[in-house]
């Protein structure tokens, strides 16, 4: 296992920058994971740190190797694919093997580590099977067993994740972050799916048009986004944009926040469960009067959306517990608030985009 | 419930007329090969197995089948080696020409195959003037020919299969360690079998049952099969023929399902 240092990568195709000057970092048995909407060049980047994308300029270093110029089969990476690849006319003992073999390794010693590998994601049942017969979630893990097995510098998944049932990915994530962590691998994670980066990673990098807007544990980004664009890619956030005044931020609506300095566009942003509903505004800040559009009961939580009087949408979760069930109707008039302190004023990286 | 019935027989009927259509001249060409009269007559006069011994006393026939064969075996085999070649090229690679490459591949289909024939005749006796080497003195000539029909099946049946062959499961291999041949060989060769062997026989058939384009490019003593058959004809009217017909569908027909047990046909065409 080893540490994975890039530097100032750049990907171009024409004129298009594709990955812009990315510089990543993952540690020894670190789980990075790289998360962004679809072309934001994460799987590129996860690509070219395999090989398969010649990069444009920049480098790429494993255990302080430089291996940018070299072909993918001389990096010791170890890639689980979207769609598995696996090689349909092998077993899924020798689907495994395949590794061990190209690296000339004893047949004796070849058998003991399939078998091992296999062992490893619990599928010694199935060595002799085609990966056809087998079910997306076993094909996952041949997939992972296959790259395993070839002990890689780096462990690399390109959204090892989407091709499984909602009710498997779950603990299949689980599965896999406990193997990782127990197996010690320097991980790079591609998904576009904030659940899987959140259940999986030590730290998440969020990609945005070839660049990384924001890196940080995942707490961290929750509540410190630094944009717009991540307080909104990572869970949901109310949004009111406004204009910087005389002491402070005032939202289009007609609401004053007290805020620090404010240059270029400011957005600010409340997330849902920070809205306090009806007897929760008691004593803080900002309190209004707002009228009940839609409620939606989703068990632990209801969520409503809210009309404020200046015009602007905003959408509150309140936390169900015995007792303090939360009673609206649409169409209603109740107190909305919130802290000061749970509220960001946000740089308004959406709109500049356009 | 009737309606379904009636469309159903309909259905089934419309298919039975289909498959009868493309059988019947099989089956007639089978059918008078068993007539017993020297000319074709009908109703026959009786029938007889006498023409299927006469295939093979004629020696023109014989040594034009074993001609047929050596040069679509060799055809073929050529034809399958640059198809993969140049499906690689077409369906791996983005580079200036590539749809002029395709087109051109594909080109000889579209050329009648007697313009053909004519075209290489008279490129061959420039190269005989120039060099003094004449390739229609040799089978060499006639594979060449050969080749011009092979090559356009083989880039058209191997290219749509590695068309829709999944590139990660190269870069697995990659990723594994293997180098850009080896992975080529162990993993993305096996699985272009379908489209190999699709190829391979279409080549063979084609090539086996040209007329055209090989009428001007045999020598005596050395034709083809078909060409042999047409001389035959000139000046005999009796079933012969029909017989080696027969003979020439059951070979083809063992050779499709012999094959039939290493590739599903069903997967291939």
Redesign the interface.
Known sequence: MAELVIRNLVKTYGDHRVVDTINLKAETAELVALLGPSGCGKTTLLRSI???VPISSGSIEIDGRDVSKL???KR????V???Y?????MSVAENVA??LA??KVPKSEIEKRVAHALDLVSLTDYAERRPRALSGGQQQRV?VA??LV?NPDVFLLDEPLSNLDAKLRMSVGMQLRALQQKLGLTTVFVTHDQKEALMMADRLVIMRAGRVVQEGTAEHLYQEPATRFVADFLGHSNVLTGTPVEGGFRTDGGIKLPSASTDGPRVLAVRPENLLLGGETEGVETVLDATVETVTYLGSITEASLLLPGGERVVAHHQNRTGRELHLAVGDTIRVGWRTNATQLLIDDMSEAA | MARALTSRLLFGSLIVLLYLFLLLPVLGITYVSFFNSQFLSFPPPGYTLRWFANVFEQEALISGFITSAEVAVLASLIGVVSGVLASLALVHFEFPGREAIKSFLLAPLLVPGIVIGTALYVFYIQIAQSTGWNPTRSLVGLVIAHVMLTIPWSVRLIAASMGMLDRSVEEAARNLGAGALKAFLLVTLPRMRAGIVAAALFSFVISFENLEVSVLLVQPGATTLPIAMLQYIEWNMDPTLAAASTVQILVIGALLLISDRFVKLSQVV
């Not at chain 1, 690849?85 to 006319?89: D, K, S």
């Open positions: 395999a090989g398969f072909a993918p089969n010791n990476t170890g890639m694919f979207q769609n690849a696996l090689f349909p006319h395949f590794g190209m690296r997939a296959r790259a070839v």
